[in-house]
């Protein structure tokens, strides 16, 4: 299940909501839809963030030009969790977009998430802007940074993810060119695991063609270069 929820509305004629169940997730610019993103394919760091979540949302937005909401949840992509767990874990959401060229968000959660059969306590930041250049011409650049507790010692695991997309629409809308780079910091593998324990440095650069119709279907070609 990635969405399933219902909503009370508190006061006619006001955007202001009360969401329970199974939500789309606060966090990131990329669905698991891929016909609904920037291309056909994801950045790395979408598939290490949740895609949905579990809990209560109150969302309010006071103009067009901004959007509120806050979240208590089940955890870390979840759909259950313990009775004595819930109110562990928190979201918050803040968008601006002063007209259809621009838009800036910032995405947060502090919670509890289960490492090595220990529980921690992790912070997430998720803030990114979407650029409308020109008509054919878009931009949309990020930077998510994580903070969890240590398992051996005290402190914390500190993680970043910087990624940058370009987006070229062809003459005809159904043609795209995109260009994606992205540097992940992960030394203490805490979202991105290496098989061998080794730290997690990546920087990737990736060019997709991509091809959509204007109902369902798409195609993509990509090519990528890992160091």
Same mark, same amino acid.
């Given at each position: 299940?990635? #969405? ?14 009360? !969401? ?7 966090? =990131?610019? #990329?669905?698991?839809? =891929? ?17 949905? #979540?579990?809990? +209560?949302? +109150? ?11 806050? /979240? ?5 992509? @979840?759909?259950?969790?313990?009775? $004595?767990?819930?109110? &562990? ?25 289960? &490492?090595?059969?220990? #529980?921690?306590? @992790? ?15 878009? /931009?949309? /650049? ?7 507790? @240590?398992?051996?010692?005290? =402190? ?16 005809? &809308?159904?043609?795209?060119? /995109? ?6 910091? !992960? ?8 098989? %061998? ?5 990546? $920087? ?8 959509? &119709?204007?109902?369902?279907?798409? %195609? ?8």
């Amino acid at each position: 299940i990635g #969405e399933a929820y219902v909503g009370y509305r508190f006061i006619k004629n006001q955007p202001l909501w009360l !969401d329970a169940g199974v939500l789309p997730s606060h966090i =990131g610019a #990329e669905s698991y839809i =891929g016909k609904e993103n920037f291309a056909a394919t994801r950045a790395l760091v979408s598939d290490q963030t949740p895609y949905y #979540e579990t809990g +209560i949302r +109150i969302s309010y937005r006071p103009s067009e030009k901004w959007y509120l909401s806050m /979240l208590t949840l089940n955890g870390w992509q @979840r759909i259950t969790a313990p009775l $004595n767990k819930i109110g &562990d874990n928190w979201g918050m959401q803040i968008q601006y977009s002063p007209n259809q060229h621009f838009l800036v968000n910032n995405s947060s959660f502090i919670g509890k998430v289960q &490492d090595q059969n220990e #529980e921690k306590t @992790r912070i997430y930041s998720n803030t990114y802007a979407f650029v409308k250049l020109t008509k054919r011409d878009q /931009l949309q /650049l990020g930077w998510d940074i994580g903070f969890q507790d @240590r398992t051996d010692t005290k =402190g914390v695991y500190v993680w970043n993810d910087f990624w940058l997309q370009y987006r070229h629409s062809m003459l005809s &809308d159904k043609w795209a060119v /995109l260009l994606r780079a992205e540097k992940i910091s !992960d030394p203490n593998n805490v979202l991105y695991k290496d098989p %061998l324990g080794a730290k997690f440095i990546l $920087n990737h650069l990736s060019a997709n063609i991509d091809w959509k &119709d204007r109902k369902s279907t798409s %195609l993509n070609s990509s090519h990528s270069s890992v160091s």
